[in-house]
């Protein structure tokens, strides 16, 4: 064999100093970038570690620290923790449904497909999903005016935009074997779907749906903020008036709301992955 064939058939690694220097140069890169956005905002740290600061901050702390604890209370607050663990759930469900909907022509199934919409339906899921939640909520409060349902439909249209994404990015990195040979024996697409693409991306959607579940959680407590109801709504009006107490309580709710749904999600995922 000709040695410079053999040379070009099995090239030599880069040199491990080479790639060092590379990783060194990104590094620095990176690190004067960090320096400059220090450089470039306008942070107050002798104010921030001032003892006057302390003082306020440990004050603040020590009024969250005795929350309301009332019945009448603490009993609005389970009936506005149950209105948010509502919406979130309400929310991703709808979620589901468009985004699977949408998911389904942003994907190209196989090397054939011409998948005509791809284009169009992927430029709506980025609108979807780089719309907040609380920018949606505030254009449907105008439509539906205040309470839980704007917050719901918010919910549901920016994580539908998503769960979609995700979804099509799942379908096109499925297996092609076994809807290559149902097309083969004349089977229609959505059988083909059915049947050989869906038990292959099931768990992986459930995993995904579960854990935009969780963030929706933290999103409808955002969302009551705008008057979509729920904790957020609570959060804003005693925050508002200053009502530490009361404060402390709601944001006690929210934690358990968010321990509570984390748990059931991961009991899920471990019956999935069995």
Not at 38 to 58: C, E, H
Not at 189 to 217: C, D, G, H, K
Request: aromatic residues 8%.
């Amino acid at each position: 064999m000709n040695p410079s064939a053999a040379n070009d058939t099995y090239k030599l690694p880069p040199k491990l100093f080479d790639a060092r220097c590379k990783a060194c140069w990104l590094m620095l890169g990176v690190l004067i970038l960090v320096v400059a956005s220090f450089a470039t905002l306008n942070l107050q740290w002798a104010q921030f570690w001032s003892w006057n600061a302390a003082q306020r901050m440990g004050r603040f702390l020590g009024e969250l620290l005795h929350p309301q604890t009332s019945t009448v209370f603490v009993t609005k607050v389970l009936l506005a923790a149950l209105e948010t663990l509502a919406m979130s759930a309400l929310g991703t469900l709808l979620a589901v449904l468009l985004g699977l909907a949408l998911a389904l022509p942003a994907a190209r199934t196989h090397a054939q497909d011409p998948a005509r919409w791809r284009g169009t339906t992927r430029l709506l899921l980025n609108a979807l999903r780089s719309t907040p939640e609380l920018v949606w909520a505030a254009l449907l409060l105008i439509a539906a005016g205040l309470g839980p349902f704007a917050g719901t439909l918010a919910l549901g249209l920016h994580t539908s935009g998503v769960l979609g994404r995700l979804f099509a990015e799942a379908i096109e990195n499925a297996a092609p074997g076994p809807s290559f040979a149902l097309r083969l024996r004349g089977v229609g697409e959505a059988r083909v779907f059915l049947y050989a693409t869906l038990p292959q991306v099931l768990p992986q959607l459930m995993s995904y749906t579960l854990y935009r579940w969780e963030n929706n959680i933290r999103a409808a407590a955002v969302l009551g903020v705008v008057g979509a109801g729920g904790l957020g709504q609570m959060l804003a009006f005693h925050m508002g008036l200053f009502q530490m107490g009361e404060t402390s309580t709601v944001l006690l709710a929210m934690l358990a709301l968010v321990a509570l749904v984390d748990a059931l999600s991961y009991a899920v995922r471990s019956a999935l992955s069995r």
